[in-house]
């Protein structure tokens, strides 16, 4: 399984999420390639913000040495499913979907938990630490769904 996680700025929830994920396989001896990007190019080239490199560390997982990159049309090619975290991340893949087929790829990550509800990771950036906690736990109960299916 070929998983694309995307946020806005691949600074702090997609590289949360691929860390989240990438953690789960391996423990499960899952094999699957897992990353992540975003659209705001303002940090690109990055590692992750602080907050998010810590919280993945307060869970045993290290994500310090991501570097943020840009979304990229090749990614409807090479990845088996798009998961992104808002409505405007969603809105941003989707234009640039070519065909029926992209656009099946795309989905809302809480929507493996809560199926049709469009529920958004919100984005933690502006606030305070608990913000990244609280976008670790959605995204952690989210990606258990992920690898309960892949299990199945
Ligand atoms: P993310 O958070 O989308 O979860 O990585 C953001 C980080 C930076 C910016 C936007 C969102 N920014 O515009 O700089």
């Known amino acids: 399984?070929?998983?694309?996680?995307?946020?806005?700025?691949?600074?702090?929830?997609?590289?949360?999420?691929?860390g989240i994920l990438k953690k789960k396989i391996e423990e499960y001896g899952i094999s699957g390639i897992i990353h992540s990007a975003g659209f705001e190019p303002?940090?690109?080239?990055?590692?992750?913000?602080?907050?998010?490199?810590a919280t993945a560390k307060n869970h045993d997982i290290d994500i310090s040495g991501k570097t943020a990159r840009l979304f990229t049309l090749e990614d409807f090619d090479n990845?088996?499913?798009?998961?992104?975290?808002?409505?405007?991340?969603?809105?941003?893949?989707?234009r640039n979907a070519r065909n029926g087929s992209d656009r099946s790829k795309v989905d809302y990550l809480l929507n493996l938990i809560n199926e049709g509800s469009d529920d958004e990771v919100p984005d933690p950036y502006y606030g305070g630490p608990s913000g990244f906690d609280k976008v670790f736990d959605m995204m952690d109960r989210a990606c258990?769904?992920?690898?309960?299916?892949l299990l199945n």
Do not use: T, W
């Open 79 to 94: 990845y088996d499913k798009i998961l992104v975290m808002d409505a405007m991340n969603y809105a941003d893949v989707m």
């Open 42 to 53: 303002y940090h690109e080239g990055q590692h992750p913000d602080p907050r998010s490199v």
């Open 1 to 18: 399984m070929k998983i694309l996680f995307v946020c806005l700025g691949n600074i702090c929830r997609s590289p949360l999420a691929e």
């Open 144 to 149: 258990d769904r992920i690898v309960k299916d």
